[in-house]
């Protein structure tokens, strides 16, 4: 699955790119490099980020499904009990 980016995300990451250049590179980058090094980083690194992400997900995902059983649970055949407190002994 390729990981695609909306127009305006890819435009922000760009920038990104393009000052993170400018302030700890000795030289800076354009803008169509700064793009050709996002689409390398996409394709070649995302995957794996994604891929992590996912089963970070579905770590938290199977935790919340193994208390959903406490959180509404309901105890079956109650129905006496009640009776039964209430019940005082006759004399």
Partial sequence: MAIELS?????????????????HMDEPIGNIAAGGLLGFFLEEIGPAVYNQAVADVQERLQARVAELDLEVHEDAFTYWRKFERQAKPRR
């Fill in 7 to 23: 127009k305006d995300v890819r435009k922000e990451a760009i920038a990104s790119i393009e000052r993170y250049f400018r302030e």
